[in-house]
Structures are given as structure tokens and as C-alpha cells.
């Protein structure tokens, strides 16, 4: 690993031509994902997530706050990255503005990998020897609120009334809707 990312024409494979070096890491490059045709990001050992320019190969913005280095990024939508750290932690990103927006914690080892896991779910992997799926739902659920999305809000809002008319009985735990409750008719 060194620690430079370095984008190459696979339409012209004949040559292999470098056309593009992207510089800035202290740290060897783990992993590298594609936000749009615009942006690319890198996770390194030296720790900030780094969005860049696919263009230029300048550097747009660094994501800090892990307390080690980065070892895996993944897209979870055009505005939102996660990174998965050493330091044992999975982190939300708001890829505007390079705000952390969630920390996700539970491993007892460096996390080494990410991947977005169907519609609702991340999952990671790490030297604990585990695989963790999380939930992305709570995820989306604050960033609608962070964000103040209303068609979001509003599908927020009216799971937050189905979840109201669910009720769980105090003795067997076992759960009933209610019936007259509108949002089940």
C-alpha cells in the first residue's frame, strides 16, 4: 500500500495510462469508493475520509473524527457515506457539509469492512471475528428529522401512528393492533 489513489482508462487498456493522481494521504490507502462520475472518496491508515474531485484530483473535503485509521468506506446514497475505523466504530457522514451524523458502536475489534446490506441495513465486519448488521432504518429516520425531508417526515409520522396502535399485552408480551385504529382500515 502506498499512499496515493490513482485513476487509470480501462477503455484503453492497450496502455494502461495513468491519467490522474490523487495525493494528500500520510497513511497507506485502504479503501476507495465512487460517490458520483464527479467525486470519489478514500478511507486510509492515517484516519480522516477524504472526498475527492475526479477531475483535478483535488481534494474537497476531509471527514475527521475517527480515532484511527480507516480501513473501509461505503456509499450509502449520493449525500451519505459510512467509514469503518480501527478505533471499533462505524461512522455516518454527511457528505455536504463532512458531518458526522451517527456513530455506530458494538465491536470488540478494529472494524475492517462496510457494505450496504438490501434497502434498510448496513453490515460490517471486523478482528473480533464478527459480522454486525445494523439497522439503517433509525439511520434514515434521523437524517429525515436532521434534514427536515417532509415526504420522509411524513412516512416517519405515520409508522410512528401504527407503532402507537400496536399493543403489547404486560403478561404474555405477545402484540395486537388495535383494531378501530384508522391507519389499519
Known sequence: MDDTIRRSDFGTLETGEELRRFEGHDGGVCSICVLDARHVMSASEDGPVRLWAVETGEELRRFEGHGGGVYS?????????????EDKTLRLWDVETGVELRRFKGHDGAVRSVAVFGTHHVISGSSDRTLRLW????????LARAH?????????????????AIRVHPTTRSHSAHSDHPEFH
Open 148 to 164: 427536515n425531508e417532509g415526504h420522509i417526515g411524513e412516512r416517519l409520522d405515520r409508522v410512528r401512528r401504527q407503532a402507537a
Open 73 to 85: 468506506i461505503c456509499v450509502l446514497n449520493t449525500r451519505h457515506v459510512i467509514s469503518a475505523s
Open 135 to 142: 439497522d439503517a432504518a433509525r439511520v434514515k429516520s434521523r
